[in-house]
Every structure is written in C-alpha cells, then in structure tokens.
C-alpha cells in the first residue's frame, strides 16, 4: 500500500526492541510447551509413545516453569515501555467507528499507535497478567487455601492461554503480511512512505522535526544523531 523510499525514520530505540523480543521469545516457548502440556497427551502421545512422550513432557513442564518468571519480568518492562504511547485519543473513537478503515474511502489520520495495536497491547497486558497470576498460584499451589481455587486458576490459566496464542498468532500474521512492518521491530527503523501512510500524525511530527533521513545515513554518525532525537521525539506521540 506505499511505495518504498530511499527515507526512514527510527520508530523503536534498542532497548524497546529488547524489551519486546523478551516478551516475545518469553512467550512463544511458554505457548509451546503449555500446548505440549494441554494438549500433548491426545496428539503426541499416540504418535511417539510413553517414554519419549513422558521426558518430553516433563522437560516441558521444567522448561514453563523455569521461563514463567522471565515471561512476567518482560511484561512488566513490556508495560512501562509502551503504556504511554497506548493511551486512548478521540482519534481512537473515528477508527472504531470506521472499523480501522473498512467504512469510508478517506484514510485514518493515526499518531504513534491506531487504535487496533493499542487493543492488542492491553490485550496482551491484560491476558498477560492472568497468567502471570494463576500460573504462580500452580506453581505454588501448596500455599492456596482450598481446592477450589486451584481449580479455578488451572481454569483461567488454560483460557488466557488459548486467547492469547490466538491473538498472538494474528499479531504475527498481520506483521509478516504488511510489507515494512517487520522492519519496525528488527533494525526499529521504518520506511517514511510507511508511516505516512499508516501513522500519518506521527509522521508528520517527524518531518516537521527534521527526524527522517537517509538510508546510507543507517549506520553512520548523522544516523545517530537522529536516532537519539528521534526516539526521543516518536516515543512521546500518541
């Protein structure tokens, strides 16, 4: 939907990177081996048998509780790193009315984020943090006063999983199939035709900073600059 340009601008700093590929990697291998865990004895079990299903089982039952921990330190990184920018705007509401562009032909003026991956992020939060909760209230299911509520949690914990496999599984899709978005969170770059055409307010608080430079300018000393000035400026818009 744009036309790539000889131009960019630094959407993500390093550190937000880091942050999100924690998350990330965090939860994949948590989705992966609670799959295994949930569902591995109807799937798995017939095709490999007992033995290798049984230490397999259980290295995935080590490995979820071992990177149940780091999944919620990086949410919480995740959370304050990106809060701010997920606000509501009443720019939010005309994208919910137009459903993210599919109603009317003139395009969505959106700022750092529309509101469809502002809904994702607290998604994400959100079913986060109940699995963040019920998972340590299995793993430490000992210390609950009564039956009742372990249940509840292995109940909550398998939900929110589910939910959240299937929006990761959406945010994944729609990032691979959008030519320029992956660039955003591999080298926190992103073409300027791509922000002007899907974050046009920030784009322009951008261009009117001076913010947007050259591509051979990537990994010289004008590029640094401009990273520094540009974070600075792009991660403060709403």
């Not at 304050?80 to 009317?104: C, E, P, S, T």
Request: charged share 15%.
């Amino acid at each position: 939907h744009y036309t790539e340009s000889d131009q960019v601008i630094r959407r993500f700093k390093i550190s937000s990177l880091v942050g999100h590929w924690l998350m990330a990697g965090s939860m994949l291998f948590l989705a992966f081996t609670g799959l295994v865990l949930l569902f591995g004895r109807f799937t798995l079990l017939p095709v490999t048998g007992s033995e290798f299903f049984s230490a397999f089982a259980s290295a995935s039952k080590e490995g979820h509780d071992l990177f149940g921990p780091i999944f919620t330190f990086a949410l919480l990184i995740f959370f304050f790193q990106f809060a701010g920018k997920n606000l509501l705007h009443y720019r939010d509401f005309v994208w919910i009315a137009r459903l993210g562009g599919l109603i009317g032909k003139k395009p969505i003026r959106s700022g750092f984020f529309n509101f469809g991956e502002k809904f994702l992020f607290w998604a994400v939060i959100f079913l986060g943090l109940l699995l963040s909760v019920s998972g340590f209230a299995i793993l430490f299911q000992n210390l609950l006063p009564g039956r009742e509520l372990m249940l509840l949690s292995t109940l909550v914990h398998a939900v929110s999983a589910i939910l959240l496999v299937c929006l990761v599984m959406g945010h994944i899709y729609m990032a691979i199939s959008t030519k320029g978005t992956m660039d955003a969170m591999t080298s926190g770059d992103v073409d300027a035709k791509w922000a002007e055409a899907d974050h046009t307010i920030w784009y322009e608080q951008m261009r009117d900073a001076g913010h947007i430079r050259k591509r051979i300018d990537h990994t010289g000393e004008q590029a640094g600059s401009h990273m520094q000035a540009a974070e600075a400026t792009g991660e403060n818009t709403g």
